[in-house]
């Protein structure tokens, strides 16, 4: 039996929220044609198939394609691995290579802005009108809409609606949040979805960084496999 581990990733201060990911960690067992069936048959905004867990070679599937490098699924791996001993201190994602580190409660990695999937930033006057935005009627593509909630402090209200990638709205957006740590060039607390938190601090040589906090929830079958 292939093993799904389901974890939280970026869960709020009150223990809320978290975009759910799920970690095949026998990623060859799974053939690279019958991945993306079977990211979308788990159903989550990305699934990572762990290639090779001292290297840090994954690769990450959306439930309608593959990303290069995606947010949520570098930080939940990093700091599953790390949990496990068996590595997590560089992923290799097809973008390329990711540092990785824990910080206390914060699991944290440093991405380029270049790296992340076309997404439209569209800043609104104030956080009423973010909440505002309708999950049945979001635009199709990829759009990321924000507001400060404390711009002083750097605190981002935001939600991401996907339909892609095959997400309607995403909970939590490490990627969307690398790419706002390139505009603004600063560090940011941004609150996503129901009540996530995304970490957000400029790194070296044109780098982000983003950090939150990740929870595991179960191990399970992988679904979409056949049995063995």
């Known amino acids: 039996m292939t093993e ?8 709020g201060r009150d223990g809320r929220g978290g975009n759910p990911l799920g970690v095949v960690l026998d990623g060859p067992a799974v053939p690279e044609a019958r991945r993306q069936a079977v990211a979308a048959a788990v159903g989550f905004s990305e699934t990572v198939f762990v290639d090779d867990a001292a290297t840090g070679a994954i690769r990450i599937y959306t439930p309608a394609a593959e990303l290069a490098f995606a947010g949520h699924p570098t930080v939940g791996t990093s700091w599953l691995l790390r949990r496990l001993g068996i590595g997590g201190d560089v992923l290799r994602p097809p973008a390329g290579e990711v540092a990785a580190w824990q910080e206390g409660e914060l699991a944290w990695v ?3 802005p270049s790296w992340i999937h076309p997404i439209e930033v569209v800043e609104l006057p104030d956080a009423a009108a973010v909440e505002a935005l309708p999950v049945d009627a979001g635009p199709t593509g990829s759009r990321y809409a924000w507001a400060w909630i404390d711009e002083p402090a750097g605190v981002v209200r935001s939600r991401y609606f996907v339909p892609a990638y095959g997400i309607g709205e995403d909970e939590a ?5 690398v790419l706002m740590g390139g505009l603004l060039g ?3 607390d941004i609150r996503q979805g129901v009540a996530s938190q995304l970490l957000v601090h400029p790194g070296p040589d044109r780098t982000v960084e983003v950090g939150g906090r990740v929870e595991p929830v179960e191990t399970r079958e992988l679904p979409g496999t056949p049995p063995a």
């Open 4 to 11: 799904l581990t389901v974890l939280r990733v970026f869960v």
């Open 110 to 112: 440093r991405a380029r």
């Open 173 to 177: 957006t490490g990627a969307a949040a």
């Open 186 to 188: 600063r560090d940011l």
